[in-house]
C-alpha cells in the first residue's frame, strides 16, 4: 500500500532573526538546504526556524507562536525546551542544523502517513453536506480550530494545554483518593445542551432557539449547524463553567424567526467542530462521569483532525486506541503523554460518539480482537505499526 509523502522542500518560515543572521540564513537555506527546505510567509509555512536570542527574539517567538502552531527548529546558545520544537546549539553546526530541518520534515511526513492510513482502516465517520465544515467566513472558534488542525505536530505552550485539556497535574490520576477531581457531568454544561437542540430539531425538523444567561443561539437541522454571533471570549467562559437551570431555555421556532441569513454567513457553525471544543473546553482534563479508567477502549471512526482542533499527542493517543484498545490509564504509561492530554481527547471523542468500551457486552465489536478491526488487512497493520514505531509508540 502507498502512502503519501511530503513530496516538497519543507516550507518555513524565519523568526527573530536580526538583518545580517537572516542574509546569511537565507543563502545557507538557498544553497545546502535547497532540497530540504524552502522559505515562505508566514501564512504557507509548514515549519518555522526561530532565534530565540536575537533582539526581542523571545517576545516575537511567542506572540508568532499565539497564531501559528507547527513544528520548529530553534536556536540559542544555551539549551532550550520547547513543546514539539528541535533545539539546535549557536553557533550553528551546518550538519547538524540540515540535520534538524530534516527531522522535522520527516515528522511531518510519518503523521501525513499515519493519519492516511489510519483513515484507510477504520469505517469513516458520518460527514455533514460538503462544504458544511469549512465556511469561508472569519471566526475565532472555527479559525482556531483550523489553524491548529491544519500543522500536523503542534507546537503548544502551557497556556494552551491548560485552556483545552486543564491544568491537574498528573499525580491526581494516581491517588485514589483524588479520583473525585477527574470526573464531570457533561449535561450540567454548555456541552450537553448542544446534542439536547439538535435532537429536539431533528424530532420536530425545524429549527431550535437556545437562550443562556443572556446570550442566543440556533441550531439549523437542514445544515446541520449551529447559528450563533457569540464570540469565543465569551463562549469559551460560559462552556467552562456549570450551567444553572433558570438561565437556560429551549424551544423550537418556526422558520420565519430566524435572524436573515447571507451566503457564507460568519455566525454559521459546524455542529460536529462546536461541539467538539465545548467538550475540551468543558473536560479540562476530566472524562464524563461513570467512565471506567482501567477499561480498554477503542475507536469506532477516526477524527477529523483536518477539522478538528488536534490536541497535543492526539494522532499517537488516537492510533493507539486504534490499533489496540488501551485503558485510559494504561495509555498514559504507556504512551509516556500526561493524563489530561489523553482525557481531554478522550472526552471530545465520545462527545462526537467516536468512544466505544471493548469488554462490556453490547458495546463490543463483535470478531475485534486486541490488535485490530477484522477490516484492517495484514498489510495496513504493517504500515501502521511502523508508523507507530517511528513516533516511538511501540517497539
Same mark, same amino acid.
Given at each position: 500500500?502507498?502512502?503519501?509523502?511530503?513530496?516538497?522542500?519543507?516550507?518555513?518560515?524565519?523568526?527573530?532573526?536580526?538583518?545580517?543572521?537572516?542574509?546569511?540564513?537565507?543563502?545557507?537555506?538557498?544553497?545546502?538546504?535547497?532540497?530540504? !527546505?524552502?522559505?515562505?510567509?508566514?501564512?504557507?509555512?509548514?515549519?518555522?526556524?526561530?532565534?530565540?536570542?536575537?533582539?526581542?527574539?523571545?517576545?516575537?517567538?511567542?506572540?508568532?507562536?499565539?497564531?501559528? @502552531?507547527?513544528?520548529?527548529?530553534?536556536?540559542?546558545?544555551?539549551?532550550?525546551?520547547?513543546? /514539539?520544537?528541535?533545539?539546535?546549539? $549557536?553557533?550553528?553546526?551546518?550538519?547538524?542544523?540540515?540535520?534538524?530541518?530534516?527531522?522535522?520534515?520527516?515528522?511531518?511526513?510519518?503523521? !501525513?502517513?499515519?493519519?492516511?492510513?489510519?483513515?484507510?482502516?477504520?469505517? +469513516?465517520?458520518?460527514? +455533514?453536506?460538503?462544504?458544511?465544515?469549512?465556511?469561508?467566513?472569519?471566526? +475565532? =472558534?472555527?479559525?482556531?480550530?483550523?489553524? =491548529?488542525?491544519?500543522?500536523?505536530?503542534?507546537?503548544?505552550?502551557?497556556?494552551?494545554?491548560?485552556?483545552?485539556?486543564?491544568?491537574?497535574?498528573?499525580?491526581?490520576?494516581?491517588? %485514589?483518593?483524588?479520583?473525585?477531581?477527574?470526573?464531570?457531568? &457533561?449535561?450540567? @454544561?454548555?456541552?450537553?445542551?448542544?446534542?439536547?437542540?439538535?435532537?429536539?430539531?431533528? $424530532?420536530?425538523?425545524? %429549527? =431550535?432557539?437556545?437562550?443562556?444567561?443572556? @446570550?442566543?443561539?440556533?441550531?439549523?437541522?437542514?445544515?446541520?449547524?449551529?447559528?450563533?454571533?457569540?464570540?469565543? /471570549?465569551?463562549?469559551?467562559?460560559?462552556?467552562?463553567?456549570?450551567?444553572?437551570? &433558570?438561565?437556560?431555555?429551549?424551544?423550537?421556532?418556526?422558520?420565519?424567526?430566524?435572524? +436573515?441569513?447571507?451566503?457564507?454567513?460568519?455566525?454559521?457553525? *459546524?455542529?460536529?467542530?462546536?461541539?467538539?471544543?465545548?467538550?475540551?473546553?468543558?473536560?479540562?482534563?476530566?472524562?464524563?462521569?461513570?467512565?471506567?479508567?482501567?477499561?480498554?477502549?477503542?475507536?469506532?471512526?477516526? %477524527?477529523?483532525?483536518?477539522?478538528?482542533?488536534?490536541?497535543?499527542?492526539?494522532?499517537?493517543?488516537?492510533?493507539?486506541?486504534?490499533?489496540?484498545?488501551? *485503558?485510559?490509564?494504561?495509555?498514559? $504509561?504507556?504512551?509516556?503523554?500526561?493524563?489530561?492530554?489523553?482525557?481531554?481527547?478522550?472526552?471530545?471523542?465520545?462527545?462526537?460518539?467516536?468512544?466505544?468500551?471493548? /469488554?462490556?457486552?453490547?458495546?463490543? =465489536?463483535?470478531?475485534?480482537?486486541?490488535?485490530?478491526?477484522?477490516?484492517? *488487512?495484514?498489510?495496513?497493520?504493517?504500515?501502521?505499526? *511502523?508508523?507507530?514505531?517511528?513516533? $516511538?509508540?511501540?517497539?
Amino acid at each position: 500500500m502507498n502512502t503519501p509523502l511530503l513530496d516538497h522542500p519543507l516550507k518555513v518560515t524565519l523568526v527573530g532573526l536580526d538583518e545580517r543572521a537572516q542574509t546569511r540564513l537565507e543563502m545557507f537555506l538557498r544553497g545546502r538546504a535547497q532540497d530540504v !527546505c524552502v522559505l515562505v510567509g508566514e501564512h504557507e509555512a509548514e515549519a518555522a526556524i526561530v532565534d530565540l536570542d536575537g533582539f526581542g527574539g523571545e517576545r516575537l517567538w511567542q506572540a508568532f507562536r499565539s497564531r501559528f @502552531y507547527g513544528p520548529a527548529v530553534v536556536m540559542s546558545v544555551a539549551e532550550r525546551r520547547v513543546h /514539539n520544537a528541535l533545539w539546535v546549539r $549557536k553557533p550553528l553546526d551546518t550538519g547538524e542544523f540540515l540535520d534538524a530541518i530534516k527531522s522535522v520534515r520527516q515528522r511531518l511526513q510519518t503523521e !501525513c502517513q499515519l493519519h492516511e492510513v489510519a483513515q484507510a482502516a477504520t469505517v +469513516p465517520v458520518a460527514e +455533514p453536506p460538503a462544504g458544511a465544515l469549512r465556511d469561508k467566513t472569519s471566526d +475565532p =472558534v472555527r479559525d482556531e480550530g483550523e489553524g =491548529v488542525s491544519r500543522a500536523a505536530g503542534l507546537v503548544w505552550d502551557e497556556q494552551q494545554i491548560h485552556a483545552y485539556c486543564g491544568a491537574i497535574d498528573d499525580a491526581a490520576y494516581l491517588t %485514589p483518593t483524588r479520583r473525585a477531581e477527574l470526573f464531570y457531568v &457533561p449535561e450540567r @454544561y454548555f456541552q450537553g445542551l448542544l446534542p439536547q437542540a439538535r435532537q429536539l430539531a431533528e $424530532k420536530h425538523a425545524m %429549527p =431550535v432557539r437556545l437562550d443562556i444567561m443572556g @446570550y442566543t443561539l440556533f441550531y439549523l437541522p437542514e445544515s446541520r449547524k449551529v447559528l450563533s454571533d457569540i464570540r469565543e /471570549n465569551i463562549l469559551r467562559p460560559l462552556c467552562v463553567m456549570p450551567l444553572p437551570q &433558570p438561565s437556560v431555555k429551549m424551544h423550537v421556532v418556526p422558520q420565519h424567526e430566524l435572524p +436573515p441569513l447571507m451566503p457564507g454567513d460568519p455566525r454559521l457553525h *459546524s455542529f460536529e467542530e462546536l461541539l467538539w471544543l465545548m467538550a475540551l473546553w468543558a473536560s479540562r482534563g476530566r472524562v464524563p462521569e461513570g467512565t471506567d479508567l482501567d477499561t480498554p477502549v477503542s475507536l469506532s471512526g477516526w %477524527p477529523n483532525f483536518t477539522r478538528l482542533l488536534m490536541t497535543p499527542n492526539a494522532m499517537q493517543i488516537a492510533a493507539l486506541w486504534h490499533m489496540q484498545p488501551t *485503558s485510559l490509564l494504561q495509555t498514559a $504509561k504507556r504512551l509516556a503523554i500526561p493524563h489530561r492530554q489523553i482525557f481531554a481527547l478522550f472526552s471530545a471523542c465520545q462527545a462526537l460518539g467516536l468512544i466505544q468500551a471493548v /469488554n462490556t457486552g453490547s458495546m463490543a =465489536v463483535p470478531g475485534r480482537d486486541a490488535l485490530a478491526a477484522d477490516s484492517v *488487512s495484514a498489510e495496513k497493520r504493517g504500515i501502521l505499526g *511502523s508508523l507507530l514505531r517511528k513516533l $516511538k509508540l511501540t517497539r
